[in-house]
């Protein structure tokens, strides 16, 4: 058996088993049963089942969710750090104190229970059918639902904010989110606003809190808060946080009818757009990881106008061209169409959700003095696309795979298999006969980085098997403005080491800091 064929044996073992222990046998007790959990050999870290808005409040930091409605009406989560911790700004609303008054975020009209954020987090049934909410959500409603298990606690919560609405109250809340923004605004212009904004946006697999679970020296959420940016931390559409849409259930196939076509088309540009409306800043400085760099290069084939809106662009193993050597990923790539029309038939449209139970069996197989802890290096290495001399805190390991992987749609996971096995950069590939009604053409067509007009810099590392040398220099010679090519000095660095390795603020995140002070007025 060749050492590539092993690796592909493994990465299929241990995704078996992060279905197997996040399925709900695994752990029949309710979220709110505490008397009723096994004990452990060591205490459950505290951050485990802490949602990313959480992470960062846990760290001393500000936080804000906000919600923007993407024009195909995906509703997706972002999360803001307004400023660092020493900041002399005035203190964010504390969650006791919520009104709808002074909640600094947006309200938006969900219908019933189910389609709350992290619902599905916390509820099998809806404890309050046929009912409408608005809600602002502040970090409270966090930890008031995971804490009581739902109903009682949040029916107080929101017992003034029931509405007769239905769905289409979302798409006419635009003029109200206009005005809420201009007030919101005004409110930061008056406390100090003006701050240069950084948008952070992550890859295939993942959610906002890949850059806010380290510490605050090692996350780089943290780091460019700490340095004056007023940051904003993206979702797209079917992770954790994006699984809402204004019409359709995330539990309806139409839902999760879509690539990384619609990450750039529509998530990108709403989140971005929202963005710069509510700080009232012309330009911001972007970071993408993974997809989120991929996602960018393909914003700018549908909207090359959105060039204007950046300053500079730090690209962290961008998922352009991916091909190169023999990987796991590049040997099932050849059976792409048999994986996604087999996990379509089987009525399955998303891969590894993140749920309660998944969060709280990731802690117990992962932990540090657990006999398969083991397994979840194996997982994070071959994840992350190969061993290597683990450089991140293994007893932090646990947290990590609690939130990551966070949920990806199957179209998002199968277009970069057909990246791996075409060698281009293109848009999915849905058959020829769909692909006429979608392209007019038979074969999807290709993404081009000379739309790409901004200062881009690109951090890359030679361990990476996701995005593979060979791809990113392809990558790297059709860029028309690579201000910066910095290429990690480990040969071992891996695709994930970018988010969660503990020596990445050194090797990493310090030159993204000295890129966007390069590029500020």
């Known amino acids: 058996m060749t050492r590539s064929s092993s690796h592909c044996l493994l990465l299929l073992l241990v995704l078996m088993l992060k279905v197997v222990v996040g399925r709900d046998n695994v752990d029949p007790h309710t979220p709110g049963d505490d008397h009723s959990r096994p004990r452990r050999t060591l205490p459950e870290h505290p951050h485990t089942h802490l949602t990313a808005p959480e992470l960062i409040e846990v760290r001393g930091y500000p936080v804000e969710v906000h919600y923007v409605t993407t024009q195909d009406g995906y509703i ?17 609303i504390q969650p006791d104190d919520f009104t709808l008054e ?21 509820f099998k049934t809806n404890p309050f059918p046929n009912t409408f909410y608005t809600h602002p959500f502040p970090n409270s409603l966090h930890r008031t639902l995971r804490n009581t298990g739902g109903a009682v606690m949040w029916a107080g919560q929101v017992s003034n904010m029931t509405l007769n609405a239905t769905s289409d109250d979302i798409k006419a809340s635009s003029s109200s989110k206009r005005s809420s923004s201009r007030r919101l605004r005004h409110s930061l212009q008056e406390s100090g606003g003006g701050r240069r904004v950084a948008f952070l946006q992550h890859g295939v697999f993942s959610s906002s809190a890949d850059f806010v679970v380290n510490d605050p020296d090692q996350a780089l959420a943290f780091i460019l808060a700490d340095e004056g940016y007023d940051v904003w931390i993206g979702n797209t559409r079917g992770n954790f946080y994006g699984q809402r849409h204004v019409k359709l259930s995330s539990r309806q196939p139409e839902f999760w009818d879509f690539s990384w076509n619609e990450v750039g088309r529509y998530d990108i540009p709403a989140m971005l757009s929202y ?38 662009m730090a690209a962290l193993a961008p998922a352009a061209y991916v091909q190169g050597r023999h990987v796991p990923l590049s040997l099932i790539a050849p059976l792409t169409n048999v994986i996604d029309g087999t996990l379509q038939h089987a009525g399955v449209f998303e891969l590894l959700p993140l749920t309660y139970h998944s969060m709280r069996a990731t802690s117990t197989v992962c932990g540090p003095s657990a006999l398969t802890n083991f397994l979840c290096v194996i997982f994070y290495f ?11 805190d293994k007893e932090y390991l646990p947290v990590i795979l609690s939130h ?84 990690v000095p480990l040969p071992d660095y891996n695709h994930l080491d970018f988010l969660f390795a503990e020596n990445a603020a050194d090797l990493v995140y310090r030159h993204v800091v000295q890129l966007f002070q390069d590029f500020s007025d």
Not at 291 to 309: E, K, R, T, V
Not at 382 to 392: E, F, M, Q, S, W
């Open 275 to 312: 963005a710069r409306d509510v700080t009232g800043v012309k330009q911001v400085y972007y970071v993408g990881h993974s997809l989120g760099g991929s996602g960018f290069f393909i914003m700018m084939n549908y909207h090359p106008y959105i060039n204007s809106w950046i300053r500079v």
């Open 102 to 122: 002074n909640v600094p975020t947006l309200a938006h009209t969900y219908q019933d229970v189910n389609t709350l954020p992290h619902a599905n987090l916390l």
């Open 382 to 392: 071959i994840a992350g696309g190969g061993p290597n001399h683990v450089y991140l």
């Open 404 to 487: 990551f992987p966070s949920g990806v749609g199957l179209h998002i996971f199968t277009h970069l298999l057909q990246l791996h096995h075409s060698g281009g950069f293109h848009a999915y590939d849905y058959g020829h006969a769909r692909n006429l009604v979608e392209y007019g053409t038979p074969s999807p067509p290709d993404f081009t980085l000379n739309s790409v007009t901004v200062p881009v810099g690109v951090f890359w590392a030679e361990g990476d098997a996701v995005v593979a040398p060979e791809g990113m220099q392809l990558t790297l010679s059709k860029l028309p403005r690579l201000v910066l090519n910095r290429k």
């Open 76 to 92: 997706l989560e972002l999360h803001r750090i307004p400023h660092g911790r020493l900041d002399n700004t005035p203190p964010h």
